[in-house]
């Protein structure tokens, strides 16, 4: 058997406005501004969809669950999650690994990492020990620093066995 290795990466944006929940990493956020989204708009989650099925060769979030769908209009990200997790299953990997960076000013996000990374784990069927999330400001610059904006980055690994005969 030959260990086979892919990795993926995906990026989010979204829009900031007064009024929206925030919700990142699974996780509803306290904050006045959330994401103006189709879904939930948890660039997290929707970082990682991109990260995951990149690294399984599947496309990309848009490709399985379009924001001009009525079917996910305020849809839950991890539901998202939760079938992009099914698809690259599917196709034989499991993930090794998840590493998350979100990029904001405020709020400031440390007391929220660890629910972030245990429902991550969970949705993806993996150990908390395999996620990382990570924040970071852009020290008050570009959109992100004026509070307009928020980013997420993901990148992930996955594994599988295939025998070498194949």
């Not at 990795?7 to 925030?22: K, N, V």
């Not at 969970?122 to 999330?133: E, K, L, N």
């Not at 008050?140 to 066995?161: H, N, S």
């Amino acid at each position: 058997m030959t260990l086979h290795q892919r990795i993926g990466q995906g990026i989010d944006f979204h829009r900031l406005e007064e009024g929206c929940e925030l919700w990142l990493g699974g996780v509803r956020i306290s904050s006045p501004k959330g994401c103006v989204a189709h879904s939930d708009g948890d660039v997290i989650l929707h970082a990682l969809c991109d990260a995951l099925l990149g690294a399984a060769g599947l496309n990309d979030i848009g490709t399985h669950f379009p924001d001009t769908s009525e079917e996910f209009r305020g849809i839950d990200s991890k539901i998202l999650l939760k079938r992009t997790v099914q698809m690259v299953t599917g196709k034989g990997y499991r993930i090794a690994n998840i590493d998350c960076t979100v990029c904001l000013e405020v709020p400031k996000l440390a007391p929220y990492i660890t629910a972030m990374r245990t429902t991550i784990a969970s949705v993806a069927g993996i150990s908390p020990d395999a996620v990382t999330v990570k924040a970071t400001t852009t020290e008050k610059m570009g959109f992100t620093g004026r509070g307009e904006g928020i980013v997420a980055m993901a990148v992930c690994l996955l594994t599988d066995l295939i025998p070498d005969n194949i």
